[in-house]
Every structure is written in structure tokens, then in C-alpha cells.
């Protein structure tokens, strides 16, 4: 079993800031990529960011001025720090991993069950 656990969401005001944690754990052998997507009821699930296993960081480029996404190896954790946080990043925050388990033979993606962020004064 894999499990990848999101936290850090809330509500907060425009210009505010917070920092989103995403750990996984369980039965794995080795992480490849991770990921942050976000999805509104509006919009398909887009991607926010990915660091992959060697520390290589991408942002989109409507957040690549505010945020920015770091890892702890040792935990098996990401983090994604949002800055300067707009009304327009209010969504649904999920949690990507990109993972061989153990025991298995292929790369596989794994979910995060998603962590609401609310920007609104």
C-alpha cells in the first residue's frame, strides 16, 4: 500500500501565504517525480509543479513568480509554498506521486485525496 497524505489548505486572504505538505509513505521502493495539480469545478486538473528524485523543479507559469516547491528526502515529503496567494489560486490542491512500489516492477502514479486552498477577503 501507498499512501499520499495532503495537508496545509485553509483559507486565506489575498497576499497571504501558505505552505501546502504532501508525505507519502507505505510500501515504496523508490519515488521518480512528484507533483502538485490543482482542479476547480470549472477548469480540468492542471499542473502546478513537479520536482523530480534529483531535486529538478518546474512551476506553471502563472504561479512561477509566487511559488515555489521544495522536498525532504528523508521524510518523503514536498512541500509547495504559495506566495502571494490571488483569488485565482483558489482550488483544490492534489498531490502526485510518480513511484515504483516495492516489489513492483513499473512505475506507477498515486493520488493524493486533495487539500481545499480558499483565497478570498
Known amino acids: 500500500q501507498v499512501q499520499l497524505v495532503e495537508s496545509g489548505g485553509g483559507l486565506v486572504q489575498p497576499g497571504g501565504s501558505l505552505r501546502l505538505s504532501c508525505a507519502a509513505s507505505?510500501?515504496?521502493?523508490?519515488?521518480?517525480?512528484m507533483g502538485w495539480y490543482r482542479q476547480t469545478p470549472q477548469k480540468q486538473r492542471e499542473l502546478v509543479a513537479t520536482?523530480?528524485?534529483?531535486?529538478?523543479?518546474n512551476l506553471a507559469d502563472s504561479v512561477k513568480s509566487r511559488f515555489t516547491n521544495f522536498k525532504d528526502n528523508v521524510k518523503n515529503t514536498v512541500y509547495l509554498q504559495m506566495n502571494n496567494l490571488k483569488p485565482e489560486d483558489t482550488a483544490v490542491y492534489y498531490c502526485?506521486?510518480?513511484?515504483?512500489?516495492?516489489?513492483?516492477?513499473?512505475?506507477?502514479?498515486?493520488w493524493g485525496q486533495g487539500t481545499q486552498v480558499t483565497v478570498s477577503s
Open positions: 520536482i523530480t528524485s534529483g531535486g529538478t523543479t
Open positions: 507505505g510500501s515504496i521502493f523508490t519515488i521518480v517525480n
Open positions: 502526485l506521486g510518480d513511484l515504483i512500489r516495492a516489489g513492483d516492477a513499473v512505475r506507477r502514479d498515486y
